[in-house]
């Protein structure tokens, strides 16, 4: 089955530090990967996905195969940045057959601070 | 466009009692689903609608129900809520084009306390 993994529940980080999300996952074949966000008080919105390879906000994630993994990444971390962040992987084979499915993570909550 | 919208915001029940929660979406999607936010367990599937007319379970189905009313509209009910299933409830759609480039929208959730 598979499975998505965020080690880290918390990540504190000063304002221009760099931040980085762990996102590990368990999947026999290519998965499709994304990142959501979700601010205080708001609802869960897409914020990347590997297909893509485009920069949003200024994050970046690069799906590594060999090691399973697409860690979100931003240089300089921003206060706005603070919100919990989900990885999620959806089985490109059962797209048809599972209606578009996703398997979430954890969640990292992020805290930028001033 | 209103997107995916939820009824109600907050709710309240006692152990025993029995609820439905409201989804609804105007993007003419032709999947939805519904999901629990537990901390630290991240979104959990508990059932979807892969196309109007058909439902099916999700990772964690137990003690819910669900109608998919007609192709805007997919309700949850809790039959006999248990203090196990205080949560935050989301409701998502996504248009299902079949190519697999469209991605999942999500309602701005519903938080319920089961006493």
């Known amino acids: 089955a598979q499975r998505v993994t965020q080690p880290e529940k918390l990540l504190s980080v000063f304002k221009g530090a760099p931040v980085e999300l762990k996102c590990n996952y368990s999947?026999?074949?290519?998965?499709?990967l994304f990142w959501y966000v979700q601010y205080s008080r708001q609802r869960l919105q897409l914020l990347l996905r590997?297909?893509s390879r485009e920069s949003i906000k200024g994050f970046t994630a690069d799906l590594n195969k060999g090691e399973t993994s697409f860690h979100l990444k931003k240089p300089f971390a921003q206060e706005e940045d603070s919100a919990m962040y989900y990885c999620?992987?959806?089985?490109?084979?059962?797209?048809?057959?599972?209606?578009?499915?996703?398997?979430f993570g954890g969640g990292t909550r992020v805290l930028v601070k001033p | 466009n209103a997107g995916v919208t939820q009824t109600p915001k907050f709710q309240v029940l006692k152990t025993g009692q029995s609820m439905t929660l409201q989804c609804a979406q105007d993007?003419?999607?032709?999947?939805m689903y519904w999901y629990r936010q537990d901390p630290g367990m991240g979104l959990r599937l508990i059932y979807y609608s892969a196309s109007e007319g058909t439902t099916d379970k999700g990772e964690v189905p137990n003690g819910y129900n669900v109608s998919r009313l007609n192709k805007r509209e997919f309700s949850l009910r809790l039959e006999s809520a248990a203090p196990s299933q205080t949560s935050v409830y989301f409701c998502a759609s996504i248009l299902a084009a079949g190519d697999g480039t469209d991605t999942q929208y999500f309602g701005p959730g519903t938080r319920l306390t089961v006493l």
């Open positions: 999620a992987l959806r089985d490109p084979l059962m797209i048809k057959a599972a209606g578009n499915k996703l398997t």
């Open positions: 999947y026999s074949g290519s998965p499709e």
């Open positions: 993007m003419n999607h032709n999947s």
């Open positions: 590997h297909i």
